[in-house]
């Protein structure tokens, strides 16, 4: 049952390490790329979109790897599984004190009612969203590493 757990909860962190580099290096400059306001209109679907489902996964997979490390607190890679689970706690905390505040606004814009610094404070949540996707490749990959 361990097994499982472990198995599961690497593709959960996996998955989502994949759909948040792919925003940031696939999605947002091919969004960027666009012409006129369409990147930002897209990107403003987006914000709503993953906006609605990335909170339950973050937290989903900070649970799965909490289980993890209680249930195999005597098994080798024990202390992957809580410095990743670390990891996520530091990704769930940037995205509330970070990205959320910019996401939630810019989800809200069109090109009528779209603040003259839109594309600064885009430009903001893409740095802080890079330092976030590292953070989560470390974790899967100690997640990972926690397999073997």
Avoid: C
Avoid at 85 to 105: C, F, Q, Y
């Amino acid at each position: 049952m361990l097994n499982a757990l472990e198995v599961f909860t690497t593709v959960v962190v996996g998955l989502m390490v994949g759909v948040e580099f792919s925003v940031a290096f696939v999605i947002n400059p091919i969004l960027n790329a666009l012409p006129e306001d369409s990147g930002q209109l897209g990107r403003a679907h987006g914000g709503r979109m993953l906006g609605a489902v990335m909170p339950f996964w973050y937290i989903g997979s900070l649970a799965l790897s909490a289980v993890w490390a209680v249930a195999g607190w005597h098994h080798p890679g024990a202390g992957l599984v809580v410095i990743a689970g670390a990891l996520l706690i530091l990704s769930v905390i940037m995205s509330l004190l970070l990205l959320v505040p910019i996401n939630n606004r810019g989800k809200t814009w069109t090109p009528e009612n779209r603040p003259e610094d839109w594309k600064e404070q885009m430009n903001r949540w893409d740095r802080f969203h890079y330092i976030r996707v590292a953070v989560i490749i470390a974790a899967f990959t100690l997640l990972a590493a926690a397999l073997a």
